[in-house]
T-cell receptor, first 114, second 109 residues
C-alpha cells in the first residue's frame, strides 16, 4: 500500500551495529505497529503505538526500541543487531475502532544481519 | 505463540477451481480477519468477519466463522493465476494482530 512506506527496503548489516528502520504513513491513522516475519512463523508483533505519546511492547520487543516522532512516523531501532534478527519487517497502521482494527501494511524491509 | 493456525500449509490447484483454506484459533475473539501476501510484499486486508457473523462474502471470497469450533474458512471461487499468494488469518492480540503461519496457494495455469 503506497500510503504506508518503509525505508530502507533492504539492508545488510553486521552483528553489533545499530540499525534504524523507518515507517511513514499518509493515511492519517493514529495507530501504528511493527511486526517481523520469519519463514514458517507468520508475523509477530514487536511494538505498537496508539498515538504520539503512547508506546507499547508487543510479543517480541526484546532487542528492539521504537520512536513515534509524529503521527505519521514510527521508527524501529535495533540497538545492537544480532543474526537472529534477520527477518522481514513490516510496519502497519490502523484507525481506532475498538476491536475492529483492519490494518494497512507497508511493503516491508528485508534485514540481514551477518 | 500463534493464535491462528491455517490449514493446509500449501495448496496447489488448477485455474478455475475453488480454493478452500481453514483457520483455527485458541481464544475467544471479537473478529477474525484474512490477509493476502504476494511473495515478499506487504499484507493486504481481504475481509473481516465479526464474532456475531457466520458468513460473509466479498466478490469471489466467502468467509465462514464457527465460534463454537473456533474455526474459520476462506473460500476463493473461480481461482485465477493472480490469486497465487500466501493467505493468513489474524485475530486481535496485544491490541495488535496475531497471525497464523499462512497457507501458500499456488494456482496452476
Amino acid at each position: 500500500d503506497a500510503d504506508v512506506t518503509q525505508t530502507p527496503r533492504n539492508r545488510i548489516t553486521k552483528t553489533g551495529k545499530r540499525i534504524m528502520l523507518e515507517c511513514s504513513q499518509t493515511k492519517g491513522h493514529d495507530r501504528m505497529y511493527w511486526y517481523r516475519q520469519d519463514p514458517g512463523l507468520g508475523l509477530r508483533l514487536i511494538y505498537y503505538s496508539f498515538d504520539v505519546k503512547d508506546i507499547n511492547k508487543g510479543e517480541i520487543s526484546d532487542g528492539y526500541s521504537v520512536s513515534r516522532q509524529a503521527q505519521a512516523k514510527f521508527s524501529l531501532s535495533l540497538e545492537s543487531a544480532i543474526p537472529n534478527q534477520t527477518a522481514l519487517y513490516f510496519c502497519a497502521t490502523s484507525t481506532p475502532g475498538g476491536s475492529y482494527n483492519e490494518q494497512f501494511f507497508g511493503p516491508g524491509t528485508r534485514l540481514t544481519v551477518l | 505463540s500463534q493464535q491462528g493456525e491455517e490449514d493446509p500449509q500449501a495448496l496447489s490447484i488448477q485455474e478455475g477451481e475453488n480454493a478452500t483454506m481453514n483457520c483455527s484459533y485458541k481464544t475467544s475473539i471479537n473478529n477474525l480477519q484474512w490477509y493476502r501476501q504476494n511473495s515478499g510484499r506487504g499484507l493486504v486486508h481481504l475481509i473481516l468477519i465479526r464474532s456475531n457473523e457466520r458468513e460473509k462474502h466479498s466478490g469471489r471470497l466467502r468467509v465462514t466463522l464457527d465460534t463454537s469450533k473456533k474455526s474459520s474458512s476462506l473460500l476463493i471461487t473461480a481461482s485465477r493465476a493472480a490469486d497465487t499468494a500466501s493467505y493468513f488469518c489474524a485475530t486481535r492480540k496485544w491490541d495488535g494482530l496475531t497471525f497464523g503461519k499462512g497457507t501458500h496457494l499456488i494456482i496452476q495455469p
